[in-house]
């Protein structure tokens, strides 16, 4: 079945720029999302189709997918976007998701 | 605006079947297709299938022989069932509107979410 990797955790200072990184094989050539969730809440879509933003969601938030990488950057991270991303494709009539990455806004 | 809301038992038996509707407002459930995902306490996220409002399925495999969805469109609900259930069933339950789109590659993502529902499982 199709695996989509991220790394558990990454931390940024307030300001900076964050990236999260999701691979799985052949990733480029599907399309991936990406989820924000904060605790006790529900996801939030923030980005579709690799790059394309949600009505709402902040232009801080973009996205890009090539060769086995797709990539969510979040632009001048604030405290507020501290929170776990997933990333999620489809493959084989199956929607797979990504472990999950906890921002950190250190 | 579209909103999602989760209904169902908290609390089922081993062995027995989870049931769950959703409830879909301010909108039409038809013409969308309509997912259900599961979150157990401190971990990640994953999809149990989908249901378009013609009927037509797609199930995670892992979960398949358990799982069957229904709509109802007359009221605008669609439902889960899981059965055999077992201790590793219990999660926040969520039901979310998906949206598909066929370009360069086959689109699936899921843009309106319901705030979940927790199943226990436990004697």
């Known amino acids: 079945s199709y695996e989509l990797t991220q790394p558990p955790s990454v931390s940024v200072s307030p300001g900076q720029t964050a990236s999260i990184t999701c691979s799985g094989d052949?990733?480029?050539?599907?399309?991936a999302s990406w989820y924000q969730q904060k605790p006790g809440q529900s996801p939030v879509l923030v980005i579709y189709?690799?790059?394309k933003r949600p009505s709402g969601i902040p232009e801080r938030f973009s996205g890009s997918n090539s060769g086995n990488t797709a990539t969510l950057t979040i632009s001048g991270t604030q405290a507020i976007n501290e929170a776990d991303y997933y990333c999620?494709?489809?493959?084989?009539?199956?929607?797979?998701f990504g472990g999950g990455t906890k921002l950190t806004v250190l | 605006q579209v909103q999602l809301q989760e209904s169902g038992p908290g609390l089922v038996k081993p062995s027995e079947t989870l049931s769950l509707t959703c409830t879909v407002s301010?909108?039409?459930?038809?013409?969308?297709?309509w997912s259900w995902i599961r979150q157990p306490a401190g971990m990640g996220l994953e999809w149990i299938g989908r249901?378009?409002?013609?009927?037509?399925?797609n199930y995670n495999p892992s979960l398949k022989s358990r799982v069957t969805m229904s709509v109802d469109t007359s009221k605008n609900q669609f439902s889960l069932k899981l059965n055999s259930v077992t201790a590793a069933d219990t999660a926040v339950y969520y039901c979310?509107?998906?949206?598909?789109?066929?370009?360069?590659?086959?689109?699936?993502?899921?843009?309106?979410w319901g705030k979940g529902t927790t199943v226990t499982v436990s004697s």
């Open positions: 979310a509107r998906g949206y598909s789109s066929s370009s360069s590659a086959y689109s699936y993502y899921m843009d309106v």
């Open positions: 301010g909108g039409s459930i038809s013409s969308y297709y």
């Open positions: 249901i378009y409002t013609s009927g037509s399925t």
């Open positions: 052949k990733l480029g050539d599907k399309y």
């Open positions: 189709q690799d790059n």
């Open positions: 999620q494709a489809w493959d084989s009539s199956t929607v797979v």
